[in-house]
Nanobody, 115 residues
Framework: QVQLVESGGGLVQPGGSLRLSCAAS????????VGWYRQAPGKQREWVAG???????NYADSVKGRFAISRDNAKNTVYLQMNSLKPEDTAVYYC?????????WGQGTQVTVSS
């Protein structure tokens, strides 16, 4: 069973950048499909980006061209590079890993975009 820990969140001004990390332990993350989700106050959790075991990537329309998901298999970590951040990107960001129909979630990291 994989355990996930997100980090890298914080306060950033509009137009700024952050890189979130999703570090795994207990299992090899490259054998899972991994996704990033976010949940803003008062809203439902929404999917942001995903990367397959074969490293194909997909993005929500709201972040396409601004966010990039990637893997570092040597570090057993998946990243979410977020550029050109907007106030509407403010949310708690979660990563999840899926394998054989089982889903595992991290605890989340807060991202706040504000001047």
């Amino acid at each position: 069973q994989v355990q996930l820990v997100e980090s890298g969140g914080g306060l950033v001004q509009p137009g700024g950048s952050l890189r979130l990390s999703c570090a795994a332990s207990g299992s090899i993350l490259s054998t899972y499909a991994v996704g990033w989700y976010r949940q803003a106050p008062g809203k439902q959790r929404e999917w942001v980006a995903g990367i397959t075991k074969g490293e194909s990537t997909n993005y929500a329309d709201s972040v396409k061209g601004r966010f990039a998901i990637s893997r570092d298999n040597a570090k057993n970590t998946v990243y979410l590079q977020m550029n050109s951040l907007k106030p509407e990107d403010t949310a708690v960001y979660y990563c999840d890993a899926e394998r054989l129909g089982y889903f595992y979630w991290g605890q989340g990291t807060q991202v706040t975009v504000s001047s």
